[in-house]
């Protein structure tokens, strides 16, 4: 197999060095944003917000469908509103009425899918993924060559600009945890240097905890990234003398950040850390700044909008259903006014760095991850609050059923007391006779195309959920 896909390999490398040259050359206006005021910001947004409008008015059945009646030349950021929420749904069973160029369609990106046997490009210069994301729920996605260099450069320019700023200039080592292979975009997306003479090694996030342990000690990284629970099990490791590396900066991502490894993480490495949330639809939506609370919104390329359940906007300081995003950055595929299925909350007042850009908190997790039951509605919280605080358990995946709850948890907790504390918690919450079962295992099943722990569960993932058994 290895020799099948040398000449993949090699062709793909060529045209990623080319492609990294245009995220460098981007970055160096992306670091410039980030200096920029507000009025600065809301200008450039609106813009980009009627140039991609206009665009996908004109090149996109789908889109033209949906801003019939708007005037492209003039909309505000107000004036989606007026547009239907576009979801996940709509995404994948319109897919050819969404692309604007008349070389792809579903067919053939599948076809691409199908045949890869490493990364590639198009010859139209474009790179498909698919994803389950978080829902769980496949979805066949296209990035154009400028798309992409955007995205990465948002995942980047935070830390680009202070490692500029660092005193430091010795030789780094960048250590990505990522899904190591096709079709997830992960991969490309984190696989670049940003500080100069910066190398970088990807480690497969998906293979046995043991194997990514050993090969990240040793690498001996100085800088880190890759998957949230992936690095909260380092962080762990390290705290218990299995693991000696002392990485500069730490950056995380795919999953949500829980106060478990954020906490393991500080206690570990004392080391500068960002947090990322971004989706393979949108790109990047947001990134800590590593100084102060919560992420900075790539307001420059991304529109949020939190919103009620029928999709009106909400005050700041209001509770929200859900976040609509409206991507300014892909022509190719665009995604207006899309249903990213996770709540945000805004914060208020300047950052500790000084950027301009807004602020939402730390992704909690998808309303999505929330287990509903005939009585009751049971946030994901409700279990991590119990599990991610165990300091007996080191990973754990919680599996909605019909009346409860079935849990698997790696290490060696007490399993009655959690039990009884679960079932308890799920009481207060409006169940009346809550069933939790849980098993120890040695290690959990990562979600095979992207290496990504799927943590909850519900009953509405599970094909086969409420079915007899076959016989």
Known sequence: MAESIDGPRQ????????????????????IARLSWSRRQIESYQERRLRALLGYARERSPFHARRLHGLDTSTASVADLERLPVMTKQDAQE??????????????????????????????????????????????????????????????????????????????????????????HASTPLFDVPTAPQMTTLVIPAGDPFEDVRAAVAAARPSHLVGYATVIGKLARATLAGDLAISPLRVSTNSEPLFDEDRLAIGQAWNAQ?????????IGVQAVGCGLGAGL???????????????????????????????GLANRTFPFIRYDLGDQVRTLDGDCACGSAFARVADIGGRRDDDFSYPTATIPAGVFRHIL????????????QTASGADILAVGNPDVD???????????????????????????????????????????SAQPNAGKPPPG
């Open 11 to 30: 062709t793909y490398s060529r045209l990623r060095a080319a492609h990294l040259n245009t995220v460098a050359a981007s970055l160096e206006d992306h």
């Open 94 to 183: 319109n897919w050819d009425d969404i692309v604007t160029t008349g070389d792809l369609d579903r067919d053939h990106a599948e076809n691409i899918l199908a045949e890869q046997q490493w990364f590639g490009y198009t010859p139209g210069s474009q790179q498909i993924f698919s994803s389950g994301g978080s829902s769980g729920v496949r979805g066949v996605y296209v990035w154009d060559w400028e798309f992409a260099a955007s995205v990465s450069c948002l995942a980047w320019r935070m830390q680009a600009a202070q490692e500029r700023r660092s005193a430091s200039h010795s030789p780094t080592l960048l250590a990505v945890l990522a899904a190591g292979g096709p079709p």
């Open 273 to 281: 850390l960002h947090n990322l949330w971004g989706s393979t639809e």
């Open 296 to 326: 900075h919104v790539c307001e420059d390329e991304v529109i949020l909008e939190r919103v009620d359940e029928n999709g009106t906007p909400v005050a700041s300081d209001a509770p929200a259903a859900r976040t609509l995003a409206t």
């Open 388 to 399: 991610g605080t165990d300091a007996r358990v080191s990973e754990y995946q919680v599996k």
């Open 417 to 459: 007391q959690l039990i009884s504390l679960i079932a308890d918690a799920l009481r207060q919450r409006g169940m009346s006779d809550p069933e939790v079962h849980v098993q120890l295992v040695q290690r959990l099943t990562l979600q095979p195309t992207s290496g990504k722990l799927r943590r909850f569960i519900p009953l």
